[in-house]
């Protein structure tokens, strides 16, 4: 079945360090890939997308490549603020109307 | 838009009582999702609606929990008799299509 992994966190770094969270999935199509991120006490919100290979999506400094060769969508961040601190989570969505796999979860702690 | 509306924010009961909880989707949407979130077990999906019809339930731990939608701007989650190890946080989640999801902020269950 669908699968999502990420690497293990907790992730800390020190402001202005570069960010990249590695994730990887299963699938037996062609899926969408999202990361979501959950700040604290709060839901889960779309942070970035996108739905086909070699698209890029970008949010907020935030970007992932959907690279099919590899089936990774791994997040990058030039330089964190301690504002990006939260929970980044990977996540798939096979067909329009397929639920939404998510992975574990990687928790970044960013440190004045 | 409001987003999604959870209630109650938070809910303390005792082992045995009745628990429901409340979800008003974004107005559109045509699905609805219930998940749970705890420190062991990370994110899980208990149940999703589409076009308030239950699609896919196997992720409802077992039959004390029940989740309705009677219409498309309601739905309930209900466990009975409750549990210590119910406690988590539940959130509530809707998409026009699955392709984004829009979080409510969670419900905080303790169960004593």
């Known amino acids: 079945g669908n699968s999502v992994t990420q690497m293990e966190g907790p992730v800390t770094l020190s402001e202005e360090a570069f960010l990249t969270i590695n994730c990887t999935y299963t699938a037996t199509g062609y899926p969408s890939l999202f990361w979501y991120v959950q700040y604290p006490g709060e839901g889960l919100q779309l942070l970035l997308k996108?739905?086909?290979?070699?698209d890029k999506g970008s949010n907020k400094g935030f970007e992932a490549t959907y690279r099919k060769e590899t089936t990774s969508f791994h997040l990058e961040k030039g330089s964190v603020q301690v504002s990006d601190s939260a929970v980044y989570f990977c996540a798939l969505s096979e067909t329009s109307y397929d639920k939404v796999i998510f992975g574990p979860g990687t928790s970044l702690s960013v440190i004045p | 838009d409001a987003g999604v509306i959870q209630s109650p924010r938070h809910e303390v009961t005792e082992m045995g009582q009745e628990v429901t909880l409340r979800c008003k989707p974004i107005s559109g949407h045509n699905s609805l999702f219930w998940y749970r979130q705890t420190m062991m077990r990370g994110l899980e999906l208990l149940i999703y609606?589409?076009?308030?019809?239950?699609?896919?339930d196997s992720g409802m731990p077992e039959d004390r929990f029940s989740a309705k939608m009677p219409n498309a701007s309601f739905s309930t989650l209900k466990i009975q008799p409750s549990e210590p190890r119910d406690s988590a946080v539940y959130f509530c989640?809707?998409?026009?299509?699955?392709?984004?999801?829009?979080f409510g902020p969670g419900t905080r269950l303790t169960v004593l």
């Open positions: 609606f589409n076009n308030n019809v239950p699609i896919d």
């Open positions: 996108a739905t086909k290979a070699d």
């Open positions: 989640a809707s998409s026009l299509t699955t392709d984004t999801q829009y």
